[in-house]
């Protein structure tokens, strides 16, 4: 994948949401948004699909210093973090925010992206 960095777990779904809610809040990360995929398919379409969640986290200390060098950055915010099954085991992929800097052309993004990059690889690892 080379927008994200993904790794299955044994955890189980609501226990793998659960984890990397509380490792994301650890490194100052808090949940804006949850998009239940499987829910919303089922009432929109009527079709059945696996457990599938999407958070969107958001730092908001550096999404503040980030919309001020970049204000049409919102477009690429919160960072995705998605919680799904896949067989029988739990995956979680989250959204590499260096993927930013090959779509914006500003320095100040490379820093900020690098950053939370190092804070997302923490909670990457912890699961």
């Known amino acids: 994948m080379k927008y994200g960095f993904s790794k299955t777990t044994d ?5 793998a949401v ?6 994301l809040k650890k ?3 808090g949940i804006l948004t949850t998009i239940d995929v499987k829910d919303t398919l089922k009432k929109k379409l009527d079709v059945d699909f696996k457990k599938y969640i999407i958070l969107g986290a958001c730092n908001p200390p550096f999404a503040h210093k980030a919309l001020l060098a970049e204000e049409e950055l919102g477009l690429l915010l919160p960072c995705n973090v998605i919680v799904y099954e896949k067989d ?3 995956a979680v992929s989250i959204f590499d925010p260096m993927t930013m800097t ?6 100040e ?3 900020i992206a690098s950053e939370i990059k190092s804070k997302l690889e923490r909670v990457f690892e912890s699961l």
């Open 11 to 15: 955890y189980g779904f609501e226990q």
């Open 18 to 23: 659960e984890k990397v809610t509380e490792e």
């Open 27 to 29: 490194e100052g990360f």
């Open 88 to 90: 029988d085991k739990t």
């Open 102 to 107: 090959g779509i914006i052309e500003n320095p």
């Open 109 to 111: 993004i490379n820093e």
